[in-house]
C-alpha cells in the first residue's frame, strides 16, 4: 500500500499544525442511528457481524460524507471489535452496548484472555473500499479503544455507571490490573496496525470512560499504556486523543503524546488549551444535544466555539482547530440538522 497524500486536506493539514483553506469538521458518531440510510443497510444484520462484511462497513463509513460535506469519514467499527477478533466472546446488545460472556475478574482470567496477532483482512478490505471512494481533501479517520475504556467493559461485563469494579481492581490488585493492561496493549496496537496498513490518514484513541478517574490513578493506570499505542504510530499518521469529562486530566492526558486533544462540550476551547503540557491542535467541541435546538442556536455555538479556538491559536496555547461535537451524534438527532451545522461550521469566519 502506498499511503494517500492528503497534503492539502483540510483535516490533516489542521492536525498537522498547518492552516487549512476551510474549519474541518467532522462528528463522533456520525455514521449510524440518525441516518435513515444507516438503519436501511443495517437491517437484520447484527451490529458486530457488520464490523466484518467490508462492503457494508464501508459503505456505512461514507454514507455521512456523502450526506454532510464532512471533512473526515470515521471508521465503522466499535471498540471491541479488535476483542471479538481476537476471539472474545462479545456481544453488542441492541440499547445497550458491547456485553462480554465471562467477564475479567481474576488474574486466571486475564492469562487466559485471548491476544490478536493477526491482522483483520474483513477490516483491511473494507477500509480499501472507503479509500476509492473519498476525494483527496476528504481524510479516512481510524479509530482503537484505549486500554482503560476496554477494560472496564472487560470487567464490568458490559456499560457501567461507576465503573466500580474497575477501580476495586485496579486499587485492590494492582498486579492484576498491569497484567491486563499489558495483555490489551498488543491486541490495541494490532488492531491499528492493520489500520494504519490498510492505509488510514489519520487515528483517534477512544478514552471514553477515562474521565471517572482521578488525575493520580490515571498517570498511574492509564497513562503509560495509552502512551504506548500512541508512539506506535508517531510520525505515521496524525494522533487525536479524547475521552467524555476529562476536563481535569487533559494536562495529563496531552502527556500521552497526541497532535491534537479532543475536548469535551465541558471546558471552553481556550480554558482546555491552557491545560495541555505543551500546545496541541484542539477538537471540540459543540454539545451534541444542541443540535436538536435549531440553526440559531447552532449558528451562535459555532461562533462561540471558533472565537474560543481562534483566542487560543492567537495567545500560543494552542496550534490549530478541527470542528467535532463534544462526543457523539445523538441517535434522536435530524439528519437535515446535522447537514446544516456543517454547512455553517464552513461558512462562519
Ligand atoms: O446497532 C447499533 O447501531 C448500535 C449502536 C452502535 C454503533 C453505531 C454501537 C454500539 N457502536 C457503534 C459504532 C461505533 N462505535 C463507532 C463508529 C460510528 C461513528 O462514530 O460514526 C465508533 C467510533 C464507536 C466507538 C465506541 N463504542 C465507543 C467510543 C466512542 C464513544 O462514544 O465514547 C464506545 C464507548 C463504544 C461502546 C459502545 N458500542 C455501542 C454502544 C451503544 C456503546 C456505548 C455503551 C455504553 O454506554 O457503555
Same mark, same amino acid.
Given at each position: 500500500?502506498?499511503?494517500?497524500?492528503?497534503?492539502?486536506?483540510?483535516?490533516?493539514?489542521?492536525?498537522?499544525?498547518?492552516?487549512?483553506?476551510?474549519?474541518?469538521?467532522?462528528?463522533?458518531?456520525?455514521?449510524?442511528?440518525? *441516518?435513515?440510510?444507516?438503519?436501511?443497510?443495517?437491517?437484520?444484520?447484527?451490529?458486530?457481524?457488520?464490523?466484518?462484511?467490508?462492503?457494508?462497513?464501508?459503505?456505512?463509513?461514507?454514507?455521512?460524507?456523502?450526506?454532510?460535506?464532512?471533512?473526515?469519514?470515521?471508521?465503522?467499527?466499535?471498540?471491541?471489535?479488535?476483542? %471479538?477478533?481476537?476471539?472474545?466472546?462479545?456481544?453488542?446488545?441492541?440499547?445497550?452496548?458491547?456485553?462480554?460472556?465471562?467477564?475479567?475478574?481474576?488474574?486466571?482470567?486475564?492469562? %487466559?484472555?485471548?491476544?490478536?496477532?493477526?491482522?483483520?483482512?474483513?477490516?483491511?478490505?473494507?477500509?480499501?473500499?472507503?479509500?476509492?471512494?473519498?476525494?483527496?481533501?476528504?481524510?479516512?479517520?481510524?479509530?482503537?479503544?484505549?486500554?482503560? /475504556?476496554?477494560?472496564?467493559?472487560?470487567?464490568?461485563?458490559?456499560?457501567? %455507571?461507576?465503573?466500580? %469494579?474497575?477501580?476495586?481492581?485496579?486499587?485492590?490488585?494492582?498486579?492484576?490490573?498491569?497484567?491486563?493492561?499489558?495483555?490489551?496493549?498488543?491486541?490495541?496496537?494490532?488492531?491499528?496496525?492493520?489500520?494504519?496498513? !490498510?492505509?488510514?490518514?489519520?487515528?483517534?484513541?477512544?478514552?471514553?470512560?477515562?474521565?471517572?478517574?482521578?488525575?493520580?490513578?490515571?498517570?498511574?493506570?492509564?497513562?503509560?499504556?495509552? !502512551?504506548?499505542?500512541?508512539?506506535?504510530?508517531?510520525?505515521?499518521?496524525?494522533?487525536?486523543?479524547?475521552?467524555?469529562?476529562?476536563?481535569?486530566?487533559?494536562?495529563?492526558?496531552?502527556? !500521552?503524546?497526541?497532535?491534537?486533544?479532543?475536548?469535551?462540550?465541558?471546558?471552553?476551547?481556550? /480554558?482546555?488549551? /491552557?491545560?495541555?503540557?505543551?500546545?496541541?491542535?484542539?477538537?471540540?467541541?459543540?454539545?451534541?444535544? *444542541?443540535?436538536?435546538?435549531?440553526?440559531?442556536?447552532?449558528?451562535?455555538?459555532?461562533?462561540?466555539?471558533?472565537?474560543?479556538?481562534?483566542?487560543?491559536? !492567537?495567545?500560543?496555547?494552542? /496550534?490549530?482547530?478541527?470542528?467535532?461535537?463534544?462526543?457523539?451524534? *445523538?441517535?434522536?438527532?435530524?439528519?437535515?440538522?446535522?447537514?446544516?451545522?456543517?454547512?455553517?461550521?464552513?461558512?462562519?469566519?
Amino acid at each position: 500500500m502506498t499511503r494517500r497524500d492528503l497534503t492539502h486536506a483540510p483535516l490533516v493539514e489542521a492536525a498537522l499544525g498547518r492552516t487549512p483553506r476551510r474549519t474541518p469538521v467532522w462528528f463522533m458518531r456520525q455514521a449510524g442511528r440518525s *441516518l435513515p440510510e444507516y438503519r436501511a443497510v443495517r437491517e437484520g444484520i447484527d451490529m458486530l457481524d457488520s464490523c466484518f462484511i467490508p462492503e457494508l462497513l464501508a459503505e456505512i463509513t461514507v454514507q455521512p460524507v456523502r450526506r454532510h460535506d464532512m471533512d473526515g469519514a470515521i471508521l465503522f467499527s466499535d471498540i471491541v471489535v479488535p476483542l %471479538k477478533a481476537a476471539g472474545v466472546d462479545v456481544d453488542i446488545v441492541p440499547g445497550r452496548g458491547p456485553v462480554m460472556g465471562s467477564p475479567v475478574r481474576s488474574r486466571g482470567d486475564v492469562d %487466559k484472555l485471548p491476544v490478536l496477532e493477526d491482522a483483520v483482512p474483513e477490516v483491511a478490505a473494507g477500509i480499501e473500499a472507503v479509500l476509492g471512494e473519498l476525494n483527496d481533501s476528504q481524510a479516512l479517520i481510524g479509530f482503537v479503544g484505549a486500554p482503560f /475504556t476496554l477494560a472496564s467493559y472487560l470487567i464490568e461485563g458490559g456499560p457501567s %455507571k461507576n465503573h466500580e %469494579k474497575t477501580k476495586a481492581m485496579m486499587h485492590a490488585e494492582p498486579d492484576t490490573w498491569h497484567a491486563l493492561m499489558r495483555r490489551l496493549v498488543p491486541t490495541i496496537m494490532s488492531f491499528l496496525k492493520t489500520q494504519v496498513d !490498510a492505509g488510514i490518514d489519520a487515528m483517534q484513541l477512544f478514552d471514553s470512560w477515562a474521565g471517572f478517574l482521578t488525575e493520580a490513578d490515571y498517570r498511574e493506570h492509564v497513562l503509560p499504556y495509552s !502512551a504506548e499505542i500512541l508512539a506506535s504510530v508517531e510520525g505515521v499518521i496524525p494522533r487525536i486523543h479524547f475521552g467524555v469529562a476529562t476536563g481535569e486530566l487533559l494536562g495529563a492526558m496531552s502527556e !500521552a503524546g497526541s497532535e491534537v486533544m479532543g475536548v469535551d462540550w465541558r471546558v471552553p476551547l481556550d /480554558t482546555a488549551a /491552557t491545560r495541555f503540557a505543551s500546545p496541541r491542535v484542539l477538537q471540540g467541541n459543540l454539545d451534541p444535544a *444542541l443540535l436538536l435546538a435549531g440553526s440559531d442556536v447552532i449558528r451562535a455555538e459555532v461562533i462561540r466555539i471558533k472565537d474560543e479556538a481562534a483566542r487560543a491559536i !492567537a495567545s500560543g496555547t494552542a /496550534t490549530g482547530h478541527i470542528f467535532n461535537l463534544g462526543h457523539g451524534v *445523538l441517535p434522536t438527532t435530524d439528519p437535515d440538522a446535522i447537514t446544516e451545522a456543517v454547512r455553517i461550521i464552513h461558512e462562519e469566519a
